[in-house]
């Protein structure tokens, strides 16, 4: 609820600078910023459906669970990493958001063959088929988001370049996100150790 009236008095805002003579670039920032705020309140739908399936998930094998878990620790780092980028404005943060999709996308791969495998050994039952399907599609739908919100991100960065501290010294900035991404990709690969089950 406080997600929706966040975006209808943004989309007011926004909607009443766009009614002013504004410059070009100024302009086009604010249609991507609108794309991001829209952006924004998909991925609350997502996580308000999330919610909901998860109440219908107690079929769910502890393994099931656990892989699904990880899946959304992975979804949820992205979607901080996405925040931080929006809030100070680091293009460097949000062009990580594609190398994170990626390892996501590894992920949503093996869980769903492990899935498919615990459905045929008998582990799990087939009720729990379409919760699960649902539970990774708004995992893939939030990702998406991210990655628009990311893609847009960096589009307002080239319109408007944003100075921010970590950009004094940029060694450290890109020493400090060479970092987020081996660690985003060591701890979401773990699920590869399993894949003998």
Known sequence: ERSARYLRQTETYMRELTEKRLLEDVSKEIRYLQQICGDFSIINDQVTQLLQIREASSAFSKATADDL????????????????????RSGQLADTVREFREVVSGLFHQINIRQINRIHSGESGSETGTPFTETCFAYELIMDRCDRIAGNLLACDSLSPVVSRDQQDPAAREKRHQQIRSLFRDKFSLLNQNDGE
């Open 69 to 88: 878990k990880l899946c959304g620790e992975a979804v949820r780092e992205t979607l901080d990493i996405v925040a931080e980028g929006f809030e100070t």
